[in-house]
């Protein structure tokens, strides 16, 4: 008797011309394999009791199966190398003295001109303080005594990675503009890499009053889609229009070498807009630049806005797919890899190594975020929400061990609704803030449905991919 991984996926199609397409995928070590009609219907077969006899594929296949981890000869042999594998990353990473981030964050306030239909802050956006340098020396007290446990802990020097946020973090008033120059000018001293995230729309000011900086990773800029519909989503508050003002930024931005990265908050209303983007970026030459990067991100609503509709990723990922075959500038100019199902498939398809995600992001790593008011978060959409503050750093750095634990302890070895799942070590749990906003609710993302989505897609536009099969 021999013992299927719980993490096993079958997947079957045709391609255009009619030949059958079948794969075994496991999706805790990021392998797939084609296999014929009879190996298919072994683990078809085998899906309802978890097992398979010994006699029923050769002792050639069976051993190739088990080389490869879609097989045990022990019932429990996988999970005792799930837990072991888990542990060695537990401690490579230093998670057991939860010192491993080295990911800060900058609040300089919670205001911003824009007003954006899915914005996680629409309703903290007047809060009205200001980030002061006082705050900033305190801030940077604290990261520099957190940075040498972690140098203590690993035995290597790490410098702190840097993002500087709102809000709107390149407002034009005169105590954003005093704070963030100050900010900019203790991380130029201490050679610390930062990068901002603006809406794009006083960009231009900013890279026509400083020289380039070295230590900037990037500066990330929104834009919605073509300015007929961007216009719509992302207007000032006044309702006037953005979307010439930020391209203006970005133009002046890549003019000076500052490294751009594009985002798009894609779902269903703007998808259709995103060739007409994509030749609009062509056209601009921004593509031309080494240092522009463009993507697609869904949106995703974790605060349960009521005027925002749900995003069905998997149905936004379909229409998207569909718009790229007969649109390719789509690709050519825009990452897609936030759509992690899709991701997952990618590199397989690419033969790059995934390995599994125990946590979802930087949020339950112990990331520090610093907001104008004197508290420390750990992820940037609970910012401003008491609730789930970990600490203090104004006017005495405090921490709420117990507020941290709630978010350091959260993986996929933890949850039980997780731990059954076979998609558990892409998806890594979910979003926290989202679990422990509405815990009464299972936040399961369509994942596995992204999974047969991107494998359909490959199969139908990359046939020659798929030739052979396991025999």
Not at 406 to 427: A, G, S
Request: charged share 20%; glycine share 6%.
């Amino acid at each position: 008797m021999y013992y299927l991984s719980k993490y096993n996926h079958l997947f079957e199609t045709r391609t255009a011309t009619g030949k059958p397409v079948r794969l075994l995928s496991n999706l805790f070590l990021g392998a797939s394999t084609q296999v014929n009609e009879n190996i298919y219907t072994v683990f078809q077969a085998g899906e309802k009791t978890r097992t398979i006899d010994e006699n029923v594929l050769s002792a050639d296949i069976l051993h190739y199966f088990i080389d490869r981890g879609y097989l045990w000869t022990e019932a429990t042999s996988e999970e005792v190398m799930i837990e072991t594998a888990f542990k060695q990353s537990f401690n490579r990473d230093g998670m057991s003295e939860n010192l491993q981030s080295s990911h800060y964050g900058f609040i300089t306030s919670m205001n911003c001109n824009l007003d954006c239909p899915y914005c996680f802050q629409k309703n903290k956006s007047d809060s009205g303080s200001t980030l002061t340098s006082k705050q900033v020396d305190l801030a940077f007290n604290v990261i520099a005594n957190h940075q040498e446990k972690v140098q203590d802990f690993i035995k290597n020097k790490r410098f702190p990675k840097i993002t500087i946020t709102g809000g709107e973090p390149l407002l034009r008033n005169k105590a954003n503009l005093q704070v963030l120059e100050y900010l900019l000018e203790r991380l130029g001293a201490l050679q610390w890499k930062y990068n901002i995230i603006t809406n794009g729309t006083e960009l231009t000011q900013f890279v026509e009053t400083r020289s380039l900086d070295e230590n900037c990773r990037h500066i990330q800029v929104t834009l919605d889609g073509s300015a007929e519909i961007h216009d719509r989503r992302r207007c000032f508050r006044n309702g006037t229009p953005s979307f010439k003002k930020i391209c203006s930024g970005i133009d002046a931005a890549l003019s000076a070498n500052w490294p751009i990265v594009l985002r798009v908050n894609l779902d269903i209303n703007n998808v259709n807009y995103m060739s007409e983007l994509a030749k609009f970026i062509q056209t601009q030459g921004w593509c031309n630049h080494p240092n522009f990067h463009a993507y697609l991100s869904p949106v995703t609503n974790h605060n349960n806005l009521d005027d925002y509709p749900e995003n069905n990723e998997a149905s936004l990922l379909v229409e998207l797919l569909c718009l790229i075959r007969g649109n390719p500038e789509i690709r050519d100019v825009f990452d897609i890899r936030h759509f992690l199902g899709f991701s997952y498939v990618e590199d397989m398809v690419n033969k790059k190594p995934r390995f599994p995600n125990y946590y979802r992001c930087e949020d339950v790593r112990k990331m520090y975020i610093f907001d104008s008011k004197g508290d420390i978060y750990s992820c940037l959409e609970a910012v401003g929400n008491p609730l789930f503050r970990i600490g203090t750093y104004d006017p005495n750095f405090e921490l709420n061990h117990s507020s941290i634990a709630q978010w350091t302890e959260r993986n996929v070895m933890t949850l039980d609704n997780c731990r059954n799942c076979k998609i558990c070590f892409i998806c890594a749990g979910g979003c926290a803030f989202e679990g422990f906003n509405y815990p009464e609710k299972i936040h399961c993302m369509p994942f596995l449905e992204e999974i047969d989505i991107a494998w359909e897609h490959y199969v139908k536009t990359k046939p020659e991919l798929f030739t052979g099969s396991a025999s």
